[in-house]
């Protein structure tokens, strides 16, 4: 009949809601296994394929399981990258701070540390940092993120060169604005050089990296015009 029909379906229809709905945290060890499988897989997959054309049967292929057991955990390619891409979002933050030097007395020191730190962390979650960049141009969900990503890496050196030094503006010109020009270059530094290494022409190393940001991003806010390379990188040098 025409209400059996109906009913069939509409349990059809919430049963698949109900999957799809699950929240994406297990807590049993089986389920937190399971978990760590799809996202090494969609991980795998991302790298191969890109963020654009990764399936979610490619991700269930590659973790050797079910597409219900995939859907169980997670609802879309989109909830996939972004448990993905979520805790990397805070490991980078956290990991370009200094703790070795302060930045109040040693400015270039402190900056280095953090530039490292960055382009450690980046280095190594590259796959994911790649795929990123595709994502955010095609859905808006990974344009917020990586946005908010690098606004508060901007955003926590304009508050500090101006908490320890007094400045707000350089010759004219914001710090935020200085500030968050020198992001964009340790960012595109990472991303060509390390994101893309599988087409660099050149090889770089990540302290050279860090060494090459530091000295840039170091003469914009702090060297004086009679700048000397030796005397600031080699102190005690006679």
């Not at 901007?154 to 060169?161: I, Q, Y």
Request: charged share 25%; aromatic share 14%; net charge negative.
């Amino acid at each position: 009949s025409d209400v059996t029909f109906f009913t069939i379906v509409m349990s059809l229809y919430v049963m698949t809601y109900y999957i799809r709905a699950v929240p994406a945290v297990p807590t049993t060890p089986k389920g937190r296994r399971t978990w760590q499988q799809l996202l090494e897989a969609a991980r795998a997959v991302f790298a191969r394929d890109g963020y654009v054309n990764a399936r979610m049967a490619d991700i269930a292929e590659e973790a050797g399981l079910s597409m219900g057991a995939l859907y169980r955990y997670f609802e879309n390619k989109e909830s996939v990258f972004e448990h993905l891409v979520t805790d990397i979002h805070e490991e980078l933050f956290t990991s370009s701070r200094s703790s070795d030097h302060h930045f109040s007395t040693e400015p270039f020191a402190a900056l280095r540390e953090a530039n490292l730190g960055y382009l450690r962390h980046y280095f190594e979650h590259r796959d994911v940092m790649r795929t990123l960049v595709e994502a955010a141009a095609v859905d808006p969900r990974f344009r917020e993120i990586w946005w908010k990503m690098r606004t508060r890496h901007s955003d926590r050196f304009t508050e500090a060169v101006r908490d320890h030094f007094g400045l707000t503006t350089l010759d004219g010109i914001d710090t935020s604005l200085a500030a968050d020009a020198m992001t964009c270059m340790v960012e595109q530094v990472a991303y060509v050089w390390f994101g893309h290494e599988a087409i660099h022409t050149r090889k770089v190393d990540l302290e050279e990296a860090a060494e090459v940001t530091t000295r840039a991003w170091f003469r914009l806010f702090f060297a004086p015009k009679d700048w000397d390379d030796a005397a600031v990188l080699n102190p005690a040098a006679p």
